[in-house]
């Protein structure tokens, strides 16, 4: 069974930092491109970031370019979210996602994690 | 890529059928996927290629579209249907959802 579960959210000040984390289990971690995607609260969906099955590639929003950093660890099956100079319009559920094809750069989502919540507020 | 769904909100009944419309500002072939989300639960990915089930999903879900226009119909309506659904297309990057349906109780 596909498991993806989000850990590492909280309250932050404006400006501050965090790290989220998605622990994986009931597939193969390291042939398959994973990526982040948040909601605000009471707004849609927004991507925010992929890396690829191998690492060596990463691509971001406009929106969190330059602050956010993705990357995964191929030894905890995990994937990784590290967030800095945080803004109030950072404030949201974050989900990790996996996609359906090994070894795919872009393709549709088959599993999502249940998500951590980020609130950046003073 | 700009996703335009419409409705935003509809209210149906039990056991009735639902249609939901995504619009694509420029062709996107098919690489289309449908998502369900509901409060406090993980999205669940209902449709990819436009058309196609993802796995374990009951085939009440039906999509249909190519280019820019998309559809997402569900049939019989149930109870645990009643959720948030969001098209998204995976064309290119950025990937990009559309503004979200929610499926109301009448």
């Known amino acids: 069974e596909v498991r993806l579960v989000e850990s590492g959210g909280v309250v932050v000040q404006p400006g501050g930092s965090l790290r989220l984390s998605c622990a994986t289990s009931?597939?193969?971690?390291?042939?398959?491109?994973m990526h982040w995607v948040r909601q605000a609260p009471g707004k849609g969906l927004e991507w925010v970031s992929f890396?690829?099955?191998?690492?060596?590639?990463?691509f971001y929003a406009d929106s969190v370019k330059g602050r956010f950093a993705i990357s995964r660890d191929i030894s905890k099956n995990s994937l990784y979210l590290e967030m800095n100079s945080l803004t109030i319009e950072d404030t949201a559920f974050y989900y990790c996602?996996?996609?359906?094809?090994?070894?795919?750069?872009?393709?549709?989502?088959?599993?999502w994690g249940q998500g951590t919540l980020v609130t950046v507020s003073s | 890529i700009q996703l335009t769904q419409s409705p935003s909100s509809l209210s149906a009944s039990v056991g009735d059928r639902v249609t939901i419309t995504c619009r694509a500002s420029q062709g996107i072939k098919n690489y289309l996927a449908w998502l369900q989300l509901k409060p406090g639960k993980a999205p669940k990915s209902l449709i990819y290629a436009a058309s196609i089930l993802q796995s374990g999903v009951p085939s009440k879900f039906s999509g249909s579209g190519s280019g820019t226009e998309f559809t997402l119909t569900i049939d019989s309506l149930q109870p645990e249907d009643f959720a948030t659904y969001y098209c998204q297309q995976y064309n290119s990057y950025p990937l990009t959802f559309g503004g979200g349906t929610k499926v109301e109780i009448k």
């Open positions: 890396i690829t099955w191998d690492g060596d590639a990463t």
């Open positions: 009931g597939f193969t971690f390291d042939d398959y491109t």
């Open positions: 996602a996996k996609v359906r094809v090994q070894m795919t750069t872009i393709d549709a989502f088959d599993f």
